[in-house]
């Protein structure tokens, strides 16, 4: 089992910056691919970004260059670094890990484990 808490969510006018992190429990994040993923009103889950036990990230091209996946692994917890925000980027952000260690695939429904959210909204 793993648990994930969520954190570092608010509110941010375009152009602004905001740090978010998931802090785990119960298992490594150095474990586990984890990832971020967000889900905006009346939309479907997507993913941001993830990265594998070997920290090496992959990103969704609507967030490329703009934002930054890491693993802390002494502080067990996951960040995403967001820059250069604009109102598209406005949803409920989540953590996520998968069962196993590798990573199965992009979507969120190869993910096992999940926080309970984070609210970002960028104003314009």
């Known amino acids: 089992q793993m648990q994930l808490v969520e954190s570092g969510g608010g509110s941010v006018q375009a152009g602004g910056s905001l740090s978010l992190s998931c802090t785990a429990s119960?298992?490594?994040?150095?474990?586990?691919?984890m990832g971020w993923f967000r889900q905006a009103a009346e939309k479907e889950r997507e993913t941001v970004a993830i990265?594998?036990?070997?920290?090496?990230?992959n990103y969704a091209d609507s967030v490329k260059g703009r934002f930054i996946i890491s693993k802390d692994v002494a502080k067990n917890t996951l960040t995403l670094r967001m820059n250069d925000l604009t109102p598209e980027d406005t949803a409920m952000y989540y953590c996520a890990a998968t069962e196993f260690p590798g990573c199965m695939g992009f979507s969120p429904g190869t993910f096992h484990y999940w926080g309970r959210g984070t609210q970002v909204t960028v104003s314009s």
């Open positions: 990265i594998d036990i070997l920290a090496r990230p």
């Open positions: 119960g298992d490594s994040v150095s474990s586990r691919c």
